[in-house]
Nanobody, 123 residues
Framework: VQLQAFGGGLVQAGGSLRLSCAASGLAFGSHTMGWFRQAPGKEREFVAA????????GYADSVKGRFAISRDNAKNTVYLQMNSLKPEDTAVYYC?????????????????WGQGTLVTVSS
């Protein structure tokens, strides 16, 4: 199983980025997909998750209304559209997968992890 996250970069506060996570080696259409992030000196935290059918989605309060998670099961890819970015959104962003019916918010709930992509938001 391989999860490859990409799309990170440097952006000014108020700007937007779209992260992608391409999955291979698993039945993508039957997995809940999640995004987590880890800021320097902090623990990894939940950002967003989406169920296999895309109909149930959950967000951390800190990103609700600014970020949007989506998925394309035909392309085995999950996306994270990040708008109105703030300096406190600076972190390495990871995608994760778990064969489960539900929106999973805990790091330990996920089986597979990608390598992370760095997002830096300048003030």
């Amino acid at each position: 199983v391989q999860l490859q996250a990409f799309g990170g970069g440097l952006v000014q506060a108020g700007g937007s980025l779209r992260l992608s996570c391409a999955a291979s080696g698993l039945a993508f259409g039957s997995h809940t997909m999640g995004w987590f992030r880890q800021a320097p000196g902090k623990e990894r935290e939940f950002v967003a998750a989406i169920m296999w059918h895309g109909g149930t989605i959950g967000y951390a309060d800190s990103v609700k209304g600014r970020f949007a998670i989506s998925r394309d099961n035909a392309k085995n890819t999950v996306y994270l559209q990040m708008n109105s970015l703030k300096p406190e959104d600076t972190a390495v962003y990871y995608c994760a997968a778990r064969a489960f019916v539900g929106v999973l918010r805990k790091e330990n709930d996920y089986t597979y992890w990608g390598q992370g992509t760095l997002v830096t938001v300048s003030s």
